[in-house]
């Protein structure tokens, strides 16, 4: 399969130099795509008011419950391809980016009316304080209006990624997140549009996002080539992608619902604690692209050699995402710590935001690269086509254990110190019960390296 230079040929030559060059760029489009979002918090903080950012971050979750679904298939899309490309087989791979793009685009509109239709009753589930409900209401919904812009470029950037391409996506991000910035700013800080100005300036990055990406799909070579009259979509791919995706949605919604408690939890200490939890999570958003980075890798460079049937490169490949998705949470996770201050007041300068913010940070961001470990784990589980594991074990590790944890020992000591040890628990359950069936699923492969014969049959199986 012919490759640009912007692809890679991920099952051959050495693998930790082709492993960074891939990560580097995956990392800095996640970082700077968060960067921008806590862009539009640090805008409407300092040129709105703390009710304002409030309303913004309360929204966070519910947005995402929507959209996880969608971003989840994106995951299966990219698992799939990464698979064919492997295997080159250009047919399938070709149907695999028709099929993905034209379903990103009708998934995004019905998601988008479904989000419209559902915010206000999801927002007065989560206890937002009747002062804020209009503010984030209205915010939720212009953001849903960009819906499809954000699926187009999210299935778009998975296809690209799938072929080794974590460049472009990055350029794309670059280029509308300067805008977003620059509208950010004309709308909030002098048309005085408040959350409304935020949300419309996303809407605007998402469409140029949305559109290079598309340009740079149709400038492809050979089957990588995206044809606008040839979108369809074909049934047996799509489920093949669905088989892959949905699961990997659920277990986004599944985080997403846990969060919401978690959220409405923090709801109940108040408008500042509200605000204060909205950039720790905005600084964790940070965080996480750099350790996600690390599985998003994995699961690509697993995908692929498994496509390509090369069981000793899938073992390397995962030594070396766990490696690095825990040297990066750890590094990063203490330094966001130690300016912790510093970080949070840069959203908001308010001693009391500050102080609520800082109680979190102690506890999560200390212990972030056990969130990294239990992601590459589950990352390389769906690269060897097991999506449907990780998802049943953070409903019941990850989210079960949150929703006890909060309605048990919370109730019993309500702190913000103890609702936040929700999150190294349950990360510690969760990547222990998945790295057990790794384990498993990779001593099946050993068998294979000297016989390629029962390699096909356990990829069939």
């Known amino acids: 399969m012919a490759l640009n230079r912007y692809n890679m040929d991920m099952c051959n030559g050495p693998l930790l130099g082709k492993m960074i060059r891939y990560a580097i760029p995956l990392a800095l489009t996640y970082i700077l795509q968060l960067t921008f979002h806590a862009a539009d918090l640090i805008i409407i903080g300092n040129f709105g008011s703390y009710e304002s950012m409030a309303a913004i971050g309360t929204t966070a979750d519910l947005v995402n419950l929507i959209v996880n679904m969608l971003v989840g298939i994106s995951v299966g899309a990219n698992v799939l391809a990464a698979q064919y490309y492997g295997a080159k087989d250009r047919k399938n791979t070709s149907r695999t980016i028709h099929t993905a793009m034209l379903f990103s685009v009708l998934g995004g509109v019905v998601m988008a009316l479904l989000g419209i239709v559902t915010c206000i ?6 206890n937002v304080p009747s002062e804020l409900l209009p503010q984030s209401a209205l915010y939720m919904r212009i953001i849903f209006l960009g819906l499809p812009f954000s699926m187009i470029y999210n299935f778009g950037c998975s296809i690209l990624r799938a072929g080794g391409d974590t460049q472009r996506p990055l ?8 805008l977003n910035v620059a509208l950010n700013l004309l709308f909030v800080a002098v048309f005085k549009w408040d959350v409304a100005g935020v949300a419309i300036a996303t809407i605007f990055s998402q469409g140029l996002s949305a559109f ?12 990588s080539r995206l044809i606008l009259r040839n979108l369809h979509i074909d049934y047996p791919t799509l ?6 995706g949905v699961p990997a949605g659920i277990q986004g919604i599944f985080f997403s619902l846990s969060n919401i408690i978690i959220q409405g939890a ?8 509200m605000a204060g939890m909205t950039a720790t999570v905005c600084m964790e958003w940070l965080l996480y692209s750099a350790v996600h980075s690390a599985q998003q890798t994995t699961i690509v460079f697993v995908g692929q050699n498994y496509g390509a049937k090369h069981p000793q490169r899938i073992i390397r490949s995962l030594y070396l995402g766990f490696a690095g998705a825990a040297l990066i949470g750890a590094v990063l996770g203490t330094i966001m ?11 908001n300068s308010d001693p009391e935001v500050i102080k609520w913010g800082l109680l979190r940070i102690k506890i999560v961001f200390t212990t972030y690269f056990i969130c990294g470990l239990m992601d590459v784990a589950a990352g390389a589980l769906r690269g060897l086509g097991h999506s449907i594991i990780p998802t049943v074990s953070a409903l019941l590790f990850a989210c079960g254990f949150r929703i006890i944890w909060i309605n ?3 109730e019993a000591h309500r702190s913000i110190e103890v609702l936040a040890l929700a999150y190294p628990l349950s990360w510690t359950i969760t990547f222990v019960v998945n790295g057990l069936f790794l384990w498993y699923f990779c001593r099946k492969l050993q068998p294979a390296r000297q016989n390629e014969a029962s390699f096909i049959t356990l990829q069939k199986h």
């Open 239 to 244: 489920r093949r992608l669905l088989a892959y």
């Open 171 to 178: 350029y794309f991000l670059i280029a509308a997140g300067i």
């Open 266 to 273: 923090i709801n109940t200490f108040g408008s500042r604690a």
């Open 212 to 223: 290079l990406v598309l340009k740079a799909m149709m400038s492809g070579r050979g089957s």
């Open 121 to 126: 009753p999801a927002l007065r589930m989560i």
């Open 408 to 410: 048990t020992v919370f």
């Open 337 to 347: 710590t130690c300016s912790g201050s510093f970080l949070l007041s840069l959203f």
